[in-house]
Nanobody
Framework: QVRLVESGGGKVQPGGSLKISCAASGRTFRSYTVGWFRQAPGKEREFVAGISWTDGDGNTYYADSVKARFTISRDNAKNMAYLQIHSLKPEDTAVYYC????????????????RGQGTQVIVSS
């Protein structure tokens, strides 16, 4: 069992940066791949970034639409994962969710066994 709690969301001006966090419970966090997804109002949930399970830094992968502006990272010692977002745009407004899967790679929400409740990011002037 893994419990995930996101934090760090809020209202940010266009062009700004934000780092959102995901705190995980459980001693096996390092054994899971972490994914970040987002769901904008009226849209389907979409994958944005993933970092694979490993004892090191993990292999990272991104949706093409965010690759240049998003950075995913993890700190296994702290049971934490992060998503750094730069050059925020109004279209980044969404609820951001972290989730974990036993798969080494996945961009499919249905394959993530444990999921957080999300943190809201609003990009607006």
């Amino acid at each position: 069992q893994v419990r995930l709690v996101e934090s760090g969301g809020g209202k940010v001006q266009p062009g700004g940066s934000l780092k959102i966090s995901c705190a995980a419970s459980g001693r096996t966090f390092r054994s899971y791949t972490v994914g970040w997804f987002r769901q904008a109002p009226g849209k389907e949930r979409e994958f944005v970034a993933g970092i694979s399970w490993t004892d090191g830094d993990g292999n990272t992968y991104y949706a093409d639409s965010v690759k240049a502006r998003f950075t995913i990272s993890r700190d296994n010692a702290k049971n934490m994962a992060y998503l750094q977002i730069h050059s925020l745009k109004p279209e980044d407004t969404a609820v951001y969710y972290c989730a974990v899967t036993s798969n080494y790679y996945s961009d499919q929400w249905r394959e993530y066994e444990y999921r957080g409740q999300g943190t809201q990011v609003i990009v607006s002037s």
